[in-house]
């Protein structure tokens, strides 16, 4: 079974056509990035993958599980790139909001709070409004939510943005973590250099995927030593 499929997906949104015959798998306990310029679709793909959008065509399956899925969707962790987070509450009641959606008890919610909050550095700031955050611990907030049910399956859509160089190399150190411990990541940037950081590579280019496979694999097959090169020499261009 894969952890996602996506089987010739096309949208349109009116005329314009956003996403067209897009067509790869993820395997469980693996990081997929999801990689391309502003404007290319990454996020309109893992809206389709969720069943957030409407497909025009092909389908998206997550677990074996034709998308939208409300069963499958508990075992998912989503990280939007709008932060969805209520200003007047503090972190902690963010958190605590988020558990008991997702149904957890007191004493599991207690401790997976502390854990959240540890790896995305929030500890100390959890008694603060939310309104009085930075972007940036907006973003970590929002990353914290999206682990909070420990899900099999984390979709996190430009996780880094806004985030300093130094947590940043800690989130990428536990995203490596969690995918040992048999966890499946998707997630998109435009960053080029976060590129290696992936098991795995969807490079979209104007709603079409132009190469897929491992950072190494790519820069083999075009003959070139950056990310940025396969992107240019496989018919991309830079930002
Ligand atoms: N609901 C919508 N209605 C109409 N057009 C949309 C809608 N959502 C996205 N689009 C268009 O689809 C295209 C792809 O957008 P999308 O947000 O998926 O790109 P992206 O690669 O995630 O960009 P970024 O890196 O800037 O977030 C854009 O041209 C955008 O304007």
Redesign the pocket.
């Known amino acids: 079974m894969h952890a996602i499929e996506v089987q010739h997906v096309s949208k349109k949104?009116?005329q314009?056509s956003?996403l067209e015959d897009i067509h790869f798998t993820i395997e469980t306990g693996e990081i997929v990035g999801i990689i391309?310029p502003?404007?290319?679709?990454?996020?309109?793909?893992i809206k389709l993958m969720l069943g957030m959008e409407s497909l025009d065509d092909g389908q998206a399956k997550i677990n074996d599980h034709l998308m939208p899925n409300f069963s499958v969707l508990g075992k998912v962790g989503y990280m939007a790139?709008a932060d969805a987070l209520y200003g007047e509450l503090t972190g902690k009641e963010n958190l605590a909001f988020f558990g008991k959606l997702y149904g957890l008890k007191k004493d599991a919610l207690q401790q997976r709070q502390a854990y959240v909050a540890h790896v995305t550095n929030l500890t100390n700031d959890l008694s603060k409004r939310v309104s009085n955050y930075s972007g940036g611990m907006k973003r970590r907030l929002s990353l914290a939510i999206a682990l909070l049910h420990n899900p099999d399956i984390l979709i996190l859509d430009?996780p880094t943005v806004g985030v300093d160089p130094i947590l940043r190399q800690s989130i990428w150190q536990e995203l490596n973590e969690l995918r040992d411990q048999g966890k499946t990541i998707v997630v998109?940037t435009?960053a080029m250099d976060e590129a290696g950081r992936c098991d795995k590579l969807v490079l979209?280019n104007h709603g079409r995927l132009i190469a897929l496979g491992t950072a190494a694999e790519m820069m083999k097959q075009f003959d070139v030593r950056t990310i940025e090169e396969v992107f240019l020499a496989a018919g991309g261009e830079e930002e």
């Open positions: 949104f009116k314009q956003v391309g502003s404007g290319t679709g990454k996020t309109t793909l790139q430009e998109t435009h979209l």
